[in-house]
């Protein structure tokens, strides 16, 4: 028979095998075994040719469709999008496993804001049948991260915390990585189911770096309707209709220049033709038109004659610069509203004003050209500089008291009243006259001593 001493000693060693046990079970179930099911496991990424994004807080809807071999935000006026955008998307969509599932609750679902008044729904079609459907909600690490998100299948009540890869991104980590082989970030979703399009198309308007502004012509609704004009120095005159030019703040109109040489956009509206009554260009709040300087873009041709030259000994003569004078308009219509962000603690959407703005000119370049025949949204601090007061534009007075010391030099002005003595002095010179060796000079000595002549008297 044991002791009872033995029986704790068996007793003990049982707890630390069934301790073991159960530990080694919830290793190997938190191991790595393979993948985890598809969500959409039926799902076929060469046949979607259509993606709509609609719902949630954001509100705006963004559909695209597939044209031929290029797909385009059908949404816009078929504005054309990113090569790459779309492939990656769907791609994302084909890799959306049943990760993690958190639960299945309303409470949930509103908590991880993939319920309907929330989460962003997702679905895509293979011509009018739908293949894929999901709303895609917050990110459970926050906005600086995006490896992670919540997902539910739409009709479903299950809740995913999923993280994707691409496949391309696949097998470039080390297995034994926090995400297995698929590297250490996952797909971004967030930016491709935002209210705008920054991930979807080209947000460039124009760029205009590489050329000079050489005048600017400003009228807005308010009455303001001035020209500037740029000087030798990079100084300015601001011009008013029947008014003699002032000098302008430098300041103001290079705060002008650098926001709408770098033009770049939120999103895309739609085409002009069709929306330009709806979003203010009957009548533009503001309109620019830029004159401006831009250098020939010679051809390849010449580009390796000049090479060529410069390989050849000899003297070098510097190429000759050839520019052209070219013009481009701008204009700002209504503002539009539209959410921005979502407060957690409140349960308010915060909102933004964007600006309604399209381009013009004569453009040599087909994507330039294409643009200007749609209406983007850009941020307000593009168009804050287009917003100033005349007194704003005009230079300051005490700008220019600043600037009289330099330009007049009063140190010499100082000086110059000094100059007179010398000249004052020179009559007095007996060099000049030179009287001294001529006989009138002593009459003139005796006509100063006639106060001495009384002596006649005497006699």
Known sequence: MMSSKSNWILLAVLVVFAGLWVFGRDWNRNKLSGPTPRLFPDFNKEKVDRIEISGGWQ???IKLALSGSDWQVASAGDFPAKADAARKFIDAVFNLRK???????EALQKETETDEA???LVRLFSGKTPVAAFRIGKNPK???SYEEFFV??????AVFRTRTVLTEDQGKGPPTGPY????????DWFNYVNRLHTSWIDDNVWKLSDAEVEELQLARSDGLDIKLVKKADDKWDLIEEGKEPVPADVDAVDSITSQIRYLTCSGVVGKFEDLHKEYGFDKPAITLVMTLKQKVKKKKEEEKEKEKEKAEPGEKKPPKEEYVTIKR????GKTVTVNKDLDRETGKVETEDLYAVRIGGDFDDPKESLRSGYIFLVSDYRISPLKKTLDELKQKET???????????EPKKTEEPKKPEPEKAAPEKPAEEKPTEEAPPTPEKSEEKRPAEPAPPEK
């Open 59 to 61: 509100a705006r809807e």
């Open 99 to 105: 990760q993690n599932p958190v639960g299945t609750s």
């Open 118 to 120: 929330h989460g962003r």
């Open 142 to 144: 926050g906005y600086g």
């Open 152 to 157: 539910r299948p739409e009709g479903e009540p």
């Open 180 to 187: 297995g082989q698929g590297g250490e970030s996952g797909f």
């Open 329 to 332: 308009i701008f204009e700002v």
């Open 399 to 409: 700008e220019k008291k600043t600037k009289e010391p330099k330009k007049t030099k």
